[in-house]
């Protein structure tokens, strides 16, 4: 059985997200969704939140698990015995960022292959940082984020 692994903050898991792991798992025998803490980013959601929230949105994709973790992202991959690495990209700005990862995690570990999948044309405007602005301002986020995230997002 094929193994990959879907890193990010996820904070929160958009539609985006879903998208990607929805085709993902129709690819893959099992796909770990992975709740990192990005050092860089100041964090909206705790780990728990977030795992909760993303478990809560792919609860029906049955080869989908939901985990949190921390550390080198080859080092997970390699104990969950992935072959991949699923990145999503949304428009070239994303590209650079991501070319430069992928051939990093090469680097340290040749045996995994970092996988990228274009988002779907219907969420390529959307991040998880438009969606917190949106949301602390008042607006409405339907249609951008799952009913279970827009929940929390309001207060829960």
Known sequence: ??????????????????????RAASIFGKVYVAVIKNPDKKENFDFKTRQKM????????KNVVVEIFDGLLVDYAKKKNASAIIR??????DFEYEFQMALTNRKMCPDIETIFFMTDYKYAYLSSSMVRQISKLGGSVSGMVPHNVEKELKGG
């Open 54 to 61: 993303i478990k809560g949105a792919v609860k029906y994709l």
């Open 88 to 93: 999503g990209l949304r428009a070239v700005s």
């Open 1 to 22: 059985m094929k193994i990959a692994v879907y890193p990010g903050s996820f904070d929160p898991v958009t539609y985006g997200h879903v998208d990607i792991v929805e």
